[in-house]
Structure formats: C-alpha cells, structure tokens
C-alpha cells in the first residue's frame, strides 16, 4: 500500500511524444507519474521487461536506470520530487475506468499549461486524486500477503454480470469468512467488496450507455443486476446521477 503521509512537489506536468525508437534514463532525482495516450512500448530494468501499452499508468521511482524501445509513445506525465517514502521499484498499472484517469490527467496538464494563480496546488490536488483512485482500485497491492485481494478483483471481474453473484460466493472462492474478506479488502481497497462489485457493474454500465445501443433493461441484465429499478437506484447512488442526466452529459 502506499504511505497515507506522501508528501510530494510538483516540478512539471507535460505532454510528451516521443519520435525515437530507444532511450536510456539513469539516475534521476525526481520521480514520474505517468498516463500512456497511445503506446506500444517496452521498458527494461533489474532484468526484466514489462511492457506499456496504451491506458497504461507508470510509475518511475528516482535514482532507477532502465532503457526503453518501441514507439508510438504519447503520453501525459507529473515529474515530482518526493519527501516521504515510496515505491523503490517501477509500477505498471492498466485500470478498468480509463477515462477516469485520462480525465483527471488532461485536466491536471490543462491546469499546469494555463499557469493561473494557484495552479501547483491545483496540479498537486489532481494528482493526490489520481493516486487516491489507484489505491482504491488495487493498483499499490504489491506485498505477496495481500494477493488475496488480488484474486478476490478477478473473481469480481469474472462474476460481475452474474445477477446470482454474491459476497458470500467469493468469500467461499477465497476460503475465507465474510467478516474476514469484508475487513482485508476494505484496508487495502478503502471501501467494502459489495461496494467494488456494485462499482464495477456500474462502470460497465457507463460504457454501454454511451454505446446507445441497449436500452436500459438490457444493460441492467447484461450487468448483473436483477432488474431495471435497481440499476436505476445503484446508477444514482454510484454517479450523483440519474440515467438520464448522466446521457445528457454525456451529449
């Protein structure tokens, strides 16, 4: 998990594309946090290779050397001094809600590009959120003790459109009581796995309400909801919207 105590400064936020096919980066004393745009990249260090496609989140701590091949590679990127413990190692991590993360990317560069009064804290509060969002989205699990919650998000993904589906059927997947997974996910998640489960319903929603292809009873049926009144409700308690005020949004 990440340090509740980060305490970072903000050196720059900026587009980057890059027009070579290889590059080498050693020594650094700032780190990077940053969104792939579009990519096909490969990324070399402490002898391995981890690729970064497009969607991607990358985390490169300071002081490390790594070598990178392959374009294209666009993407938007916080350069950041740290003052608190972090991550020793390169974190790759590709969330389910892209355009969550892309949005509050863009919006951090746009803020640090117009350069009004404020701007730093503002770029700084985007980027907080950011790594808010992350956490609670599993992207900081890295300890081998907390792979079961790992494995509990692949259950989830795998049984989310289940209406059947329960808490009680992953915490039988997991060998575990619900007490037990209910407590372990929510300090490494931050909120409960019925909560996750209802979210990840509701994401996939999202992505075929703006299809506009399905009307709202078959997206409540093709997302594990047991009827319409009830993906209604779980919509507006998820979003702050309505279905309908989130299309027109949308529009």
């Known amino acids: 998990m990440i340090n509740d105590n980060l305490i970072v400064e903000i050196i720059d936020v900026l587009k980057y594309k890059e027009k070579r096919n290889y590059g080498f980066t050693s020594g650094r004393d700032f780190a990077a946090l940053s969104y792939r745009l579009n990519s096909d990249v490969s990324f070399t260090y402490n002898g391995k290779t981890v690729k970064a496609t497009t969607d991607t989140i ?30 020793e190692d390169i974190l790759f991590f590709k969330p389910d809600d892209t355009e969550k993360y892309k949005h509050l990317f863009l919006e951090a560069l746009k803020i640090w590009e117009e350069k009004r009064q404020g701007y730093k804290y503002k770029a700084t509060s985007y980027f907080y959120e950011i790594l808010f969002n992350m956490q609670s989205d599993g992207a900081f699990i890295l300890d081998n003790s ?42 490494l998640i931050g909120i409960s796995p019925k909560k996750y489960l209802i979210r990840r319903k509701i994401t996939q929603a999202q992505i075929m309400l703006k299809s506009t292809y399905f009307t709202q009873s078959e997206i409540a049926l093709k997302c594990g909801f047991s009827d319409v009144k009830y993906f209604r409700y779980a919509f507006k308690e998820q979003t702050g919207l309505t279905i309908r005020e989130y299309l027109k949004k949308q529009s």
Do not use: Q, W
Not at 74 to 82: A, E, N, S
Not at 150 to 173: C, G, M, Q, S, V
């Open 146 to 187: 907390d792979k079961d919650i790992l494995k509990a998000k692949d259950e989830i993904e795998r049984n989310f459109k289940n209406a059947d589906y329960k808490i009680a059927d992953l915490a039988f997947t997991l060998h575990m009581s619900e007490a037990y997974l209910r407590r372990k996910f929510k300090k």
């Open 58 to 87: 990358c985390f490169f701590p300071k002081d490390i050397t790594y070598s990178k091949t392959g374009i294209p590679d666009d993407l938007i990127v916080f350069h950041f001094y740290v003052y608190s413990d972090l991550f």
